[in-house]
């Protein structure tokens, strides 16, 4: 059985066609992603790495890296996703590969392969995180590297993430998110720690609504982003 949902595949390949516009449902991955680069670029210095971008859809985090110097292969389940990253990969000249797969298939076929994981707002979207978790931990070589960025479980998270974002704030389309499947950080490290990874940094992501502008932040009550090695 493959871990996902197909309600989830299919409200992300809907919008796939619009995943680079900048003014669409995903603004706010394209105003997040200069934050999530730099945060995780100054932890694995990309130039010349190898790296895995686990759920890539349309590819935004995964050509940023690109750009910076890394080897990138994107993965996800959405054709349609990944039909837009390959386009959009002509049209800027810059080199990734994409694959329809998912993160456990490539597990068994390409262990410790990897210099640097990352897996940002997926996991909030599979029915079982923590296989994804495992999966990363095979992929990336001993020493090397994995991200993740997920939402916290708690009445902020919920207010925040759901109520003002989905339905007053309208940043992001109704439904994006169920609250249910919310990862909360101990969560998170406990998935990390039986997979044979070791917790390195934890950090929350804030929005300054008047600015418009995302940042990093010790407070962890709603978005947050995880940085593991692999033991040895």
Known sequence: MT???PHELQKFSDLAHRWWDPNAE???LHELNPVRLGWIDAHAHLPAKRVLDIGCGGGILSESMAGLGAQVKGIDLSSEALGVADLHSLESGV???YEEISAEALAAREPASYDVVT???MLEHVPDPAAIVKATATLVKPGGWVFFSTLNRNV?????AVIGAEYIAQMLPKGTHDYARFIRPSELAAFARA????AA?????????LGKRFGLSDDTSDNYMFAC???G
């Open 3 to 5: 871990n996902a949902d």
């Open 26 to 28: 995903f603004k706010p």
């Open 95 to 97: 080199s990734v590969e």
């Open 119 to 121: 897996c940002m707002e």
């Open 156 to 160: 902020k998270a919920y207010l925040f």
């Open 195 to 198: 997979a044979g990874l070791t």
């Open 201 to 209: 940094d934890l950090k929350g992501i804030t929005y300054r609504p």
């Open 229 to 231: 090695r692999r033991d």
